[in-house]
């Protein structure tokens, strides 16, 4: 009987510890996972999966957008630059997986710049380690 008890409390410990880490909760490193993005006019695209890397509990992720004309992204107050000079826009920004994000990035692809709101959604269930 003690057994039977220690068994199940055993069990009943090990599904509260897995079913609280929830989503999201990937270890430190590299992965490749799938990236929503929805907003903007539709022409444009990102490239998914996308590269994010966990660092320290904290996920950065390489968006690379199917136009090379995006001159800057921004999260909030915070401005990010293109992490490339060539090809299509890319920029490294910290992300938040399994959750919608609202960002913007700044495009020159019209006469005139225009600042784009998008949303961004990172599925850290799909996430693959590299």
Sequence with gaps: ?????VFFLSLI????????CGKGQ???????????????????????PAHVVIADGK??????????????MQLGEQR??????????????????????EVSACTVAMSEPHVIRYTLHFDSASAKGE
């Design 59 to 72: 996920a950065t992720a390489t968006v690379v957008w199917s136009s090379p004309y995006y001159e800057y």
């Design 80 to 101: 990010y630059e293109p992490v490339r000079a060539e090809g299509t826009s890319a920029f490294e920004i910290p992300v938040v997986l399994d959750q919608d994000m």
């Design 1 to 5: 009987m003690k057994r039977a008890l």
């Design 26 to 48: 990937l270890a430190d490193g590299s992965y490749r996972m799938e990236v929503t993005l929805s907003g903007g006019s539709g022409r444009a695209s990102i490239e998914s």
């Design 13 to 20: 410990s090990f599904c509260v510890l897995v079913t609280s």
